[in-house]
């Protein structure tokens, strides 16, 4: 079959002009120079794609920061695998963490690192024989430990937490669980039975993990309830915590919460469902904001909690100076309070001048009679120029006007002043 092909003379071709165009020269990166504030370097990424979306988010966790509202960490064990509880514990201090839910893999970690300050087995090596997970301490004291909390009427999470905090392990200080104890931050802890090692371990009770998770997830789903204008962070978790989210907003929501308006964050290694759509796509349908970003924790997470820390201190120290500025106004309109009575006497003065004005035509009355019949006098001047009779030069000397009656009347007179204006400155223990 012959195909003709087609006739470009007949394309309609419009002017660049009105074309719409995504890339910008006012959006390109600038050049961070050396001495850069954090900041000015965040500022210098372009303002396309995930260069416009970072800075973004961080304003939108400083912004909630700035109105005391949730700030919910939500993190798989990868990022206590990466070395970042430093970077985590921080932001605790600084109260850019109102709560943080981990799966059953970071209590695990994060126990490991307080008591002998290294975790992460080599799987690949220790699956050969079977000794994979079958560390002796790990398992017996969070087993233990999650028990004890259940007959307190603790979830998992803070049970863990309370009991590695009493125990004073040697790497505590490195510990998220036992930092966010004694800063009284909420833990929550989300199992799926059989993923964690202490789930092979001899002391373990399936009903007790099962229990104890679960009102973890009812203390979750409290937290959330108090997400609106919020933000949620999901790092590092591929499947069980955006699972947990998601029904956890929806009794929430069930619930009468008004959760509709939240930013919601997902950083990971690579892209997968759940979470895209669990937390960066469904949740925020009812007009909150959702963002996504690849890269590796060790790197991305540090940049991002960098990038807060700066933003929410020059919020701070904004704010700071607009309450100066505002005691500076106060201070000033007290010292201009004088400055009304200054006025008044002012006033008075002017009243008393115009009396004494009022009385000089009488004076000027009490001429002597032959005065008035000179021919030779100018007419006697208007009003305005009462003030200055000592100006009549032209009367003859013999007809020289009383000097009682030709002086102003200045003995109430008051010096015309103003004040100036005063300006306002403006140690290891064995688990028994």
């Known amino acids: 079959m012959k195909v003709e092909p087609v006739d470009l003379c007949k394309i309609k071709t419009y002017p660049i002009k009105e074309r719409e165009n995504k890339t910008k020269v006012k959006d390109f990166a600038k050049v961070s120079q050396k001495g850069d504030s954090f900041k000015q370097f965040i500022d210098s990424l372009p303002a396309i794609l995930k260069g416009k979306d970072f800075p973004s988010l961080v304003k939108d966790i400083a912004e909630a920061f700035n109105k005391r509202k949730t700030i919910l960490w939500a993190m798989g064990d990868s990022v206590i695998k990466c070395g970042l509880n430093p970077i985590i514990i921080n932001l605790m201090q600084k109260g850019l963490v109102s709560a943080i839910a981990l799966q059953?893999?970071?209590?695990?970690?994060d126990a490991e690192i307080a008591l002998i300050g290294e975790t992460s087995e080599d799987v690949a090596f220790s699956i050969k024989d079977g000794r994979f997970g079958m560390v002796e301490e790990t398992g017996r004291i969070l087993n233990k430990a999650?028990?004890?909390?259940?007959?307190?009427?603790?979830?998992?999470?803070?049970?863990?937490?309370?009991?590695?905090?009493?125990?004073?392990?040697?790497?505590?200080?490195?510990s998220l669980l036992v930092q966010a104890y004694k800063l009284d931050i909420p833990v929550t802890v989300h199992v799926a039975m059989g993923t964690d090692i202490i789930h092979m371990h001899p002391t373990c009770e399936g009903g007790v993990i099962g229990e104890a998770s679960h009102?973890?997830?009812?203390?979750?789903?409290?937290?959330?309830?108090?997400?609106?204008?919020?933000?949620?962070?999901?790092?590092?978790?591929?499947?069980?915590?955006?699972?947990?989210?998601?029904?956890?907003?929806?009794?929430?929501?069930?619930l009468g919460y008004k959760v509709n308006k939240f930013t919601t964050v997902n950083l990971d290694m690579l892209?997968?469902?759940?979470?895209?759509?669990?937390?960066?796509?469904?949740?925020?349908?009812?007009?909150?904001?959702?963002?996504?970003?690849?890269?590796?924790?060790?790197?991305?997470?540090?940049?991002?909690?960098?990038?807060?820390?700066?933003?929410?201190?020059?919020?701070?120290?904004?704010?700071?100076?607009?309450?100066?500025k505002t005691e500076v106004r106060e201070e000033k309109t007290e010292t201009q309070e004088p400055k009304t009575e200054d006025r008044e006497q002012k006033t008075e003065v002017r009243e008393e001048k115009t009396e004494n004005q009022e009385q000089k035509p009488e004076n000027q009355e009490q001429k002597p009679e032959n005065?008035?019949?000179?021919?030779?006098?100018?007419?006697?001047?208007?009003?305005?120029?009462?003030?200055?009779?000592?100006?009549?030069?032209?009367k003859p000397e013999n007809q020289e006007p009383k000097s009682e009656d030709k002086k102003p009347n200045t003995e109430n007179r008051t010096p015309n002043t103003e004040d100036k204006e005063q300006e306002g400155s403006w140690q290891w223990t064995n688990e028994k």
């Open 104 to 109: 059953g893999a970071g209590i695990i970690h």
């Open 146 to 174: 999650i028990k004890e909390g259940l007959e307190q009427g603790l979830g998992m999470g803070e049970a863990v937490a309370k009991r590695l905090t009493e125990l004073n392990f040697p790497y505590e200080k490195h």
């Open 215 to 254: 009102v973890d997830f009812r203390r979750f789903a409290a937290l959330i309830a108090k997400l609106e204008e919020g933000v949620f962070l999901n790092i590092g978790s591929a499947v069980i915590l955006p699972e947990v989210f998601l029904k956890a907003l929806s009794i929430a929501r069930n």
């Open 271 to 324: 892209q997968h469902y759940r979470p895209m759509e669990n937390v960066v796509k469904r949740p925020t349908a009812t007009g909150g904001k959702g963002y996504t970003f690849i890269g590796h924790h060790e790197i991305m997470l540090p940049l991002l909690a960098r990038a807060i820390a700066e933003e929410t201190e020059n919020s701070q120290q904004s704010t700071e100076n607009s309450l100066q």
């Open 371 to 394: 005065q008035e019949q000179k021919p030779e006098d100018k007419e006697q001047k208007t009003e305005d120029s009462l003030w200055f009779i000592e100006d009549r030069e032209q």
